[in-house]
């Protein structure tokens, strides 16, 4: 199976990388050109903010 590449979330296709976002976040597209939806692995970077806050505070 293959683990870093995510599957379409609407086709269930294959997902190619297409850049990243201005956060370095690793942005996917679909390969399928009538489906071409892009999406963005979540990370633990919304975790990390959190931790953060609560050490701020
Ligand atoms: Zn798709």
Redesign the pocket.
Known sequence: MIKNRPQ?P????QMRRNGTTTKGTTRWR???PN???STTRNRTDSTNAHYFQAFHS
């Not at 609407?10 to 296709?13: K, S």
């Open positions: 379409c609407l086709c269930a296709g679909c390969k399928d489906c071409g939806v």
